[in-house]
């Protein structure tokens, strides 16, 4: 158990749904983050947080909507996604001490889109 | 921006066999990490590195940090099945973002019995 809890961990969704994944973490940080890991490709980084304000956002699609409310969680709403969207999604948290952070992962939710 | 390029991309041995993943950085670094991810699981970190020249230990695992701050290596000595995963390395990733990380590419490790 790392502190960062992710649910679901399985999704099934249309091109057509809407649904959200939601990432919450008992460590004190205040930097989240999310991230995509398709099978063919390393860790993209999509969205940072620090102090519940987005700080980067890497060229991901508008059909991917982050949502921070505390430092404490971090939603990532889903809608009209594409079948290519299908991979593995990471939040992970991290002090954000300046330079030296060590980020603590979830599980993970692993989204298909059908 | 800044890169960290990692070789070799898979790594397949023996049981028994010795096995070492390099990471290179376009930059200087403060320092790296190492992370590793079991197959179905998540990037759990494993060590820093943050002094030139550094070499840190963890039983089977030797980390070592270049001189010049933009290199680092992971070797473990004899594999066993439970190394097999995919070993990240990772720098501060810059930019106005705090804690953000720049992640290679990963090296997945399959070790045969």
């Known amino acids: 158990e790392t502190g960062v809890t992710q649910t679901p961990r399985h999704l099934v969704m249309g091109m057509t749904n809407k649904k959200s994944l939601k990432c919450e973490q008992h460590?004190?940080?205040?930097?989240m983050y999310w991230y995509k890991q398709s099978a063919k490709k390393p860790l993209e980084l999509m969205f940072v947080y620090n102090f519940k304000e987005q700080t980067e956002n890497n060229s991901v699609p508008s059909r991917f909507s982050p949502e921070c409310p505390n430092s404490s969680h971090l939603f990532l709403h889903l809608h009209t996604l594409q079948p290519e969207d299908s991979a593995l999604y990471l939040c992970?948290?991290?002090?954000?001490?300046?330079?030296?952070?060590?980020?603590?992962f979830g599980a993970g939710t692993r989204l298909s889109v059908l | 921006g800044q890169q960290v390029m990692q070789i070799p991309q898979y790594q397949h041995v023996q049981e028994g066999e010795d096995f070492t993943t390099y990471c290179n950085s376009s930059t200087t670094l403060s320092n790296i990490q190492w992370y590793k991810q079991r197959p179905g699981g998540h990037p759990v970190f494993l060590i820093q590195?943050?002094?030139?020249?550094e070499v840190k230990k963890q039983k089977r695992l030797t980390f070592q940090f270049g001189e010049a701050k933009k290199n680092s290596s992971l070797h473990i000595t004899a594999t066993q099945t439970t190394d097999v995963g995919t070993y990240f390395c990772a720098g501060p990733g810059g930019g106005t973002s705090y804690g953000k990380l720049t992640f290679g590419q990963g090296t997945i490790l399959t070790v045969h019995p």
């Open positions: 992970a948290s991290s002090l954000a001490s300046g330079g030296f952070d060590i980020q603590y």
């Open positions: 460590l004190g940080h205040n930097a």
């Open positions: 590195l943050v002094k030139s020249g």
